[in-house]
């Protein structure tokens, strides 16, 4: 099994980012990130699909875009459409319209940053996602770093502190945002979890201070998915483009943040006596299905069967649990980290149903 790192949701000077697209690679060639997924707003940019290579390290660039509705009042409904070939941007006024158009043409939806609350300190407002009638969706972006910081920001002064030191941040996914997720999937809709970076590379002026809050390098170290393949990355583009994209719409994937430790490794498994469902599979329930966690390292696991743990490990990286209901089982790892205990990995759900 192939393990590839993606970072993705991030935006450059086409929209509101400060950097290129060179800068964006540079930044991910110093990191371990395998793949960018690059979203602007409202702008497929073309002719950046490539691989960038430094010192025998390669990352793939697939450039989609972020599309909202630029007249709707208030500003909601960001969405995030890769694999596209052509500006879907036109669609943007009914989500509907704009998730179906994105699949129509080949791409991948993703609802970006569910629940994103506002944050009046820096005129920022909510910009959640509301129109939740919608579907055929691939999934949501279940970790975004800036709705987090939204969150988590109280003070100015706190603004700075973070601006310096943006390892102490990031905490988890918002827990309105895991709880939407979890009670999509108990409707009985597949949803894939993404972390995303949303990384802008903004650039802070407070009195005498100036400086890139957030570079892009950072984010690539952050929060991002891992996803799972038997193949191997070719150094094709348009084989590539497709193998990660099938990759994470089956969902074969997982939301990690890697800064705490390094989560390449983690695995979440379903074994019956004639078949190993990944993340992301599904399964029809019987009894006898066991469920495989392996962890990089120890670290505080949870196994989550429709949103309510039902297991808790705190020792050991190899855990197995035997399965007597049916549901959507997914594994959650909390880790130390600077003083506080923070979200690791978010694994993709099985489905037992
Ligand atoms: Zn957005
Ligand atoms: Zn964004």
């Not at 999937?185 to 890139?212: E, F, I, N, Q, Y």
């Not at 498994?269 to 329930?285: R, Y």
């Not at 209901?325 to 594994?331: E, I, L, S």
């Not at 600077?338 to 690791?344: E, F, I, Y």
Request: aromatic share 12%; net charge negative; hydrophobic share 40%.
């Amino acid at each position: 099994m192939n393990e590839y790192i993606i970072a993705l949701h991030m935006h450059t000077r086409y929209s509101d980012g400060s950097g290129s697209h060179g800068d964006l690679a540079n930044a991910a060639l110093k990191t371990g990130v395998d793949v960018l997924l690059v979203t602007d707003h409202n702008v497929l940019v073309q002719g950046f699909d490539r691989y960038f290579e430094k010192d025998g390290r390669r990352v793939l660039m697939l450039v989609g875009e972020e599309i909202h509705d630029q007249a709707r009042q208030p500003q909601k409904n960001h969405l995030l459409a890769f694999g596209i070939t052509r500006e879907l941007a036109t669609y943007a006024r009914d989500p509907q319209t704009l998730i179906n158009q994105v699949r129509d043409h080949g791409g991948l939806a993703f609802i970006a940053h569910p629940v994103d609350p506002e944050l009046p300190l820096f005129g920022e407002t909510d910009i959640s996602w509301v129109d939740w009638s919608v579907d055929g969706y691939t999934g949501i972006e279940l970790w975004n770093g800036f709705s987090e910081l939204k969150y988590v920001l109280k003070s100015k002064l706190q603004a700075v502190f973070y601006a310096f030191f943006p390892q102490f941040y990031a905490h988890g996914p918002l827990p309105e945002a895991v709880a939407r997720w979890d009670n999509l999937m108990a409707s009985g809709k597949r949803v894939v979890a993404v972390g995303g970076a949303d990384a802008h590379a903004l650039r802070m002026s407070m009195g005498p201070l100036h400086r890139t809050i957030f570079p892009y390098e950072y984010h690539f170290s952050a929060v991002t998915t891992h996803i799972q393949t038997n193949a191997i990355l070719s150094g094709e583009v348009d084989v590539d483009r497709k193998l990660i994209l099938s990759t994470l719409s089956q969902g074969h994937a997982f939301v990690a943040y890697d800064l705490p430790a390094p989560a390449r490794g983690f695995n979440f498994t379903a074994q019956t006596e004639s078949t190993t469902a990944m993340m992301g599979d599904e399964l029809p329930f019987a009894q006898g299905i066991k469920l495989g966690i392996h962890l990089p390292r120890a670290c505080d696991c949870r196994l989550l069967l429709d949103g309510v743990v039902v297991k808790r490990w705190q020792r050991g990286v190899d855990h197995t649990y035997d399965v007597t209901q049916p549901g959507v089982y997914r594994v959650e790892c909390w880790l130390n980290y600077l003083g506080k205990k923070r979200a690791w990995i978010f694994s993709n759900p099985i489905y037992l149903r």
